[in-house]
């Protein structure tokens, strides 16, 4: 049995698409984005979306599609602006994916979000995302998509935001690659 556990977990890390719900799978249509960040990148951005938190498959689909329809219709995006979104569902969805998105003004074209579902000032995403966000991270680093030392912050550190919400923030300076200072950035 314990074999079993640890093929799975082997098999999670090197599936070619570290386990990412397709964006033509939760919205139905191609992604418009098509300039590809150069990887493997070396920072990543944690963020969340100040909605409502979604814990179905459903619900999340719900939640991304408006967030997609919102950054089309009237923000003017060229498509939804996050690179990836994290389901309370424990589900990682694409958005930009490795596409320069437009989460973080000055920092798009050489970065990528993680943008947890949800509103985070005074609560934590459910365990099954923060599971989710390590196992992602795990694979994109294993998969070369990001450096060997890349770096970690929350939106916060290099635009004036409250995101990713106090909670989240005081979370991931517990993260491995977590970087305090972003002056070198």
């Not at 999670?12 to 799978?25: F, G, K, Q, R, T």
């Not at 998509?145 to 919400?165: A, E, F, H, K, N």
């Amino acid at each position: 049995m314990l074999f079993l556990w640890v093929f799975a977990a082997i098999f999670s890390l090197v599936s070619s698409d570290c386990n990412v719900v397709p964006i033509e799978e939760w919205s139905g249509s191609n992604s418009n984005r098509v300039e590809k960040l150069p990887k493997p990148v070396n920072l990543v951005i944690i963020q969340h979306t100040v909605t409502t938190q979604c814990f179905t498959d459903t619900d999340c689909n719900k939640i991304i599609n408006v967030i997609r329809n919102y950054h089309l219709n009237d923000r003017g995006f060229t498509d939804i602006a996050m690179s990836f979104l994290v389901g309370g569902n424990g589900k990682i969805y694409e958005g930009a994916g490795w596409h320069v998105g437009s989460h973080t003004r000055g920092y798009n074209n050489r970065s990528i979000s993680l943008s947890f579902i949800g509103d985070f000032r005074t609560k934590l995403p459910s365990t099954e995302a923060l599971q989710a966000a390590i196992d992602f991270l795990n694979c994109a680093f294993y998969k070369n998509y990001l450096t060997m030392d890349y770096s970690l912050v929350g939106t916060q550190q290099l635009i004036p935001t409250l995101s990713p919400g106090e909670k989240l923030q005081s979370l991931i300076k517990t993260w491995p690659h977590w970087k305090e200072d972003v002056s070198q950035l």
